[in-house]
DNA sequence: GCCAACGTTGGC
DNA sequence: GCCAACGTTGGC
Protein backbone atom coordinates (compact mmCIF):
# COMPACT_ATOMS: atom_id res chain seq x y z
CA UNK A 1 0.00 0.00 0.00
CA UNK A 2 1.56 3.24 -0.79
CA UNK A 3 2.07 5.88 1.69
CA UNK A 4 -0.14 8.35 2.22
CA UNK A 5 0.32 11.91 0.44
CA UNK A 6 1.34 14.50 2.43
CA UNK A 7 0.38 17.19 -0.72
CA UNK A 8 -2.29 17.91 -2.74
CA UNK A 9 -3.59 20.30 -5.57
CA UNK A 10 -7.26 21.23 -5.17
CA UNK A 11 -8.78 23.06 -7.98
CA UNK A 12 -11.12 26.11 -7.31
CA UNK A 13 -13.01 28.15 -9.95
CA UNK A 14 -11.72 31.90 -8.99
CA UNK A 15 -15.23 32.63 -9.64
CA UNK A 16 -16.38 30.89 -6.98
CA UNK A 17 -13.72 31.06 -4.50
CA UNK A 18 -9.89 32.29 -5.57
CA UNK A 19 -7.01 32.83 -3.94
CA UNK A 20 -8.39 36.77 -2.58
CA UNK A 21 -11.19 34.59 -1.38
CA UNK A 22 -9.07 32.81 0.93
CA UNK A 23 -7.35 35.82 1.70
CA UNK A 24 -10.11 37.67 3.12
CA UNK A 25 -11.84 34.91 4.65
CA UNK A 26 -11.86 34.82 8.76
CA UNK A 27 -8.39 33.21 9.68
CA UNK A 28 -7.96 33.20 5.81
CA UNK A 29 -9.65 29.74 6.15
CA UNK A 30 -12.56 28.43 4.33
CA UNK A 31 -14.34 25.03 4.21
CA UNK A 32 -13.73 22.92 1.09
CA UNK A 33 -17.55 22.21 0.04
CA UNK A 34 -19.14 21.05 -3.18
CA UNK A 35 -16.90 18.51 -3.86
CA UNK A 36 -19.07 15.90 -5.36
CA UNK A 37 -16.54 13.11 -6.70
CA UNK A 38 -16.21 10.04 -4.82
CA UNK A 39 -12.67 9.90 -5.81
CA UNK A 40 -12.29 13.45 -4.63
CA UNK A 41 -14.25 12.34 -1.66
CA UNK A 42 -12.47 10.20 -0.46
CA UNK A 43 -9.11 12.19 -0.46
CA UNK A 44 -10.69 14.23 2.12
CA UNK A 45 -12.29 12.09 4.17
CA UNK A 46 -9.68 9.17 4.42
CA UNK A 47 -6.29 10.72 3.76
CA UNK A 48 -6.49 14.30 4.19
CA UNK A 49 -4.51 15.64 7.56
CA UNK A 50 -4.17 18.18 9.33
CA UNK A 51 -1.24 20.68 7.97
CA UNK A 52 -1.16 18.49 4.30
CA UNK A 53 0.33 20.98 1.60
CA UNK A 54 -1.94 22.20 -0.59
CA UNK A 55 -1.57 23.74 -4.27
CA UNK A 56 -4.53 25.98 -4.81
CA UNK A 57 -5.29 26.13 -8.60
CA UNK A 58 -7.33 28.74 -10.43
CA UNK A 59 -9.44 26.34 -12.80
CA UNK A 60 -12.10 27.46 -15.66
CA UNK A 61 -11.03 31.02 -15.62
CA UNK A 62 -8.32 32.64 -18.07
CA UNK A 63 -5.60 32.12 -16.24
CA UNK A 64 -5.42 29.00 -15.22
CA UNK A 65 -2.71 27.75 -12.97
CA UNK A 66 -1.37 27.40 -9.60
CA UNK A 67 -2.43 30.73 -7.36
CA UNK A 68 -0.95 30.27 -3.80
CA UNK A 69 0.09 27.84 -1.00
CA UNK A 70 -2.68 27.04 1.54
CA UNK A 71 -2.31 23.78 4.32
CA UNK A 72 -5.24 21.61 5.50
CA UNK A 73 -6.77 23.27 8.49
CA UNK A 74 -8.79 19.95 9.58
CA UNK A 75 -12.07 20.53 9.73
CA UNK A 76 -13.01 17.12 8.66
CA UNK A 77 -16.79 16.48 8.25
CA UNK A 78 -19.95 16.40 6.53
CA UNK A 79 -20.15 18.81 4.00
CA UNK A 80 -23.34 20.66 5.15
CA UNK A 81 -24.06 21.74 1.58
CA UNK A 82 -25.55 18.43 0.68
CA UNK A 83 -28.56 19.29 3.30
CA UNK A 84 -29.61 22.63 1.97
CA UNK A 85 -32.06 23.04 -0.08
CA UNK A 86 -31.41 26.08 -1.33
CA UNK A 87 -27.44 25.47 -2.05
CA UNK A 88 -26.78 24.55 -6.10
CA UNK A 89 -24.64 21.14 -3.92
CA UNK A 90 -28.04 20.24 -2.38
CA UNK A 91 -27.76 16.39 -2.84
CA UNK A 92 -31.47 14.75 -1.83
CA UNK A 93 -30.47 11.69 -1.57
CA UNK A 94 -27.79 12.42 1.32
CA UNK A 95 -29.35 11.55 4.58
CA UNK A 96 -27.84 13.53 7.68
CA UNK A 97 -26.91 10.26 9.59
CA UNK A 98 -25.65 8.93 6.50
CA UNK A 99 -23.97 11.69 4.43
CA UNK A 100 -22.36 11.12 1.01
CA UNK A 101 -20.16 14.26 0.73
CA UNK A 102 -17.73 15.47 3.01
CA UNK A 103 -15.60 18.83 3.85
CA UNK A 104 -11.97 20.09 5.08
CA UNK A 105 -11.10 23.33 6.09
CA UNK A 106 -8.52 24.96 3.85
CA UNK A 107 -6.12 28.20 5.08
CA UNK A 108 -3.81 30.14 2.85
CA UNK A 109 0.03 30.18 4.11
CA UNK A 110 0.73 32.88 0.86
CA UNK A 111 -0.66 33.79 -2.33
CA UNK A 112 2.34 33.65 -5.00
CA UNK A 113 2.83 35.09 -8.13
CA UNK A 114 0.47 32.86 -11.14
CA UNK A 115 2.59 29.60 -11.77
CA UNK A 116 -0.06 29.16 -15.36
CA UNK A 117 -0.91 25.94 -16.46
CA UNK A 118 1.26 26.77 -19.83
CA UNK A 119 3.98 27.38 -17.62
CA UNK A 120 3.35 24.06 -15.78
CA UNK A 121 3.11 21.99 -18.59
CA UNK A 122 6.52 23.63 -19.91
CA UNK A 123 8.29 22.30 -16.69
CA UNK A 124 9.24 19.08 -17.14
CA UNK A 125 9.77 18.31 -13.69
CA UNK A 126 6.27 18.61 -12.87
CA UNK A 127 5.21 16.33 -15.94
CA UNK A 128 4.11 13.60 -13.58
CA UNK A 129 1.64 15.77 -11.87
CA UNK A 130 -1.47 14.44 -12.13
CA UNK A 131 -3.52 17.67 -12.85
CA UNK A 132 -2.02 17.75 -16.43
CA UNK A 133 -2.59 13.86 -17.50
CA UNK A 134 -4.76 14.08 -20.52
CA UNK A 135 -8.59 14.67 -19.64
CA UNK A 136 -7.89 14.59 -15.85
CA UNK A 137 -10.75 16.38 -14.15
CA UNK A 138 -10.34 15.26 -10.59
CA UNK A 139 -10.82 18.64 -8.84
CA UNK A 140 -8.22 17.08 -5.65
CA UNK A 141 -5.01 15.33 -6.35
CA UNK A 142 -2.39 14.09 -4.73
CA UNK A 143 1.18 15.30 -5.12
CA UNK A 144 4.30 13.93 -4.55
CA UNK A 145 7.32 15.39 -2.51
CA UNK A 146 8.90 15.76 -5.56
CA UNK A 147 6.53 17.08 -7.16
CA UNK A 148 5.58 20.08 -4.39
CA UNK A 149 9.11 20.92 -4.25
CA UNK A 150 9.50 21.29 -8.16
CA UNK A 151 7.10 23.69 -7.77
CA UNK A 152 8.09 25.33 -4.76
CA UNK A 153 11.41 26.22 -6.49
CA UNK A 154 9.32 27.41 -9.48
CA UNK A 155 7.57 29.65 -7.92
CA UNK A 156 11.07 31.16 -6.15
CA UNK A 157 11.12 29.85 -2.81
C1' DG B 1 -19.02 27.81 -28.20
C1' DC B 2 -16.50 23.56 -29.07
C1' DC B 3 -15.20 19.23 -27.82
C1' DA B 4 -12.36 15.48 -25.55
C1' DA B 5 -12.49 12.91 -21.60
C1' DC B 6 -14.57 10.84 -18.04
C1' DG B 7 -18.21 9.85 -14.31
C1' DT B 8 -22.96 8.59 -13.43
C1' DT B 9 -27.38 6.73 -14.46
C1' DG B 10 -30.62 3.47 -15.75
C1' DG B 11 -32.61 -0.02 -18.89
C1' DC B 12 -31.94 -4.56 -19.85
C1' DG C 1 -22.97 -6.75 -14.85
C1' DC C 2 -23.02 -4.45 -19.38
C1' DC C 3 -23.09 -0.42 -21.86
C1' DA C 4 -25.39 3.49 -24.28
C1' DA C 5 -26.98 7.89 -23.17
C1' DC C 6 -26.31 11.74 -20.79
C1' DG C 7 -24.11 15.30 -17.85
C1' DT C 8 -20.00 17.67 -16.26
C1' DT C 9 -15.33 19.41 -16.38
C1' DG C 10 -12.21 22.45 -18.12
C1' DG C 11 -8.89 23.99 -21.58
C1' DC C 12 -8.91 26.31 -25.73
Known amino acids: MPARSNYWLMKSEP ?4 IDDLA ?5 TLPWTGVRNYQARNFMRDEMQR ?3 VLFYHSS ?3 PGIAGIARVAGGLGPDPTQFDPASPYHDPKSKPEAPRWFKVDVTLVRKTPLLSLSAMRAAPELATMQVL ?4 RLSIT ?4 TEWQAVLALLGG
Not at 24 to 28: E, I, Q, Y
Not at 142 to 145: L, S, Y
Open 133 to 136: RRGN
Open 142 to 145: PVTE
Open 61 to 63: CAE
Open 51 to 53: GDG
Open 24 to 28: RAPHR
Open 15 to 18: AEAS
